[in-house]
């Protein structure tokens, strides 16, 4: 869960109460209770918000911070916090990954940062959308599906959160803590009618 506008607790508590693990970008820790991980590549960023080193969830960034683990990709070089997100789910076992709250236009679920941090460019957001184009190229063995309705990301195809819960005691009859492959395609071109086909 990425903190763009569409993001909520209420998805949160969503998949908590369906038992799949949450991931978390930058703010979207505030929306999440437990969350799996946190990831922010920005060094600032975790200077601004020290109450985020605290959660005992492991902890990432693209840079040496203390108390913080560093991730490297080493095709891509630094990227946005939301590529990040999806690496470490990958490294954390994820073989299907749910994204919501990657909006990529407007702001985050609490509007612009006004405590100093930089809010994203269109430029700087053009940047990161061929970012996670490259990381779902590098990784095609990991199924995407973007449930962020209206994104302006669209390398990964759609679904509705609704759907995959909706599906997800059938395709998932262990609730263990680990994401499983199912039978979708990364390159599905309508994510709702996979998760069907999957279930």
């Known amino acids: 869960m990425a903190p763009g506008p569409s993001a909520t607790a209420v998805q949160a508590e969503q998949l908590r109460q369906a038992g799949i693990p949450l991931g978390v970008v930058g703010n979207a820790y505030q929306l999440a209770l437990e969350p799996a991980f946190l990831a922010a590549t920005d060094c600032m960023w975790w200077r601004k918000h020290p109450e985020a080193k605290a959660l005992s969830c492991p902890k990432y960034s693209m840079h040496a911070i203390p108390s913080i683990k560093q991730i490297r990709l080493p095709t891509m070089g630094v990227v946005n916090s939301g590529v990040l997100g999806l690496e470490c789910a990958k490294r954390q076992g994820a073989t299907r990954i749910l994204m919501l709250g990657f909006d990529m236009a407007g702001t985050h679920f609490f509007g612009p940062y006004t405590n100093g941090l930089s809010n994203t460019t269109p430029h700087k957001r053009a940047v990161h959308l061929k970012q996670f184009k490259t990381w779902g190229r590098e990784n095609r063995d990991i ?20 759907d995959f819960l909706r599906s997800f005691p059938l395709a998932h009859p262990r609730l263990s803590g680990d994401l499983h492959s199912g039978a979708c395609e990364h390159h599905a071109e309508d994510g709702a009618e996979a998760l069907r086909q999957t279930a």
């Open 143 to 162: 199924e995407v599906f973007n449930c962020t309705e209206g994104s302006a990301l669209t390398c990964f195809p759609m679904a509705r959160l609704d």
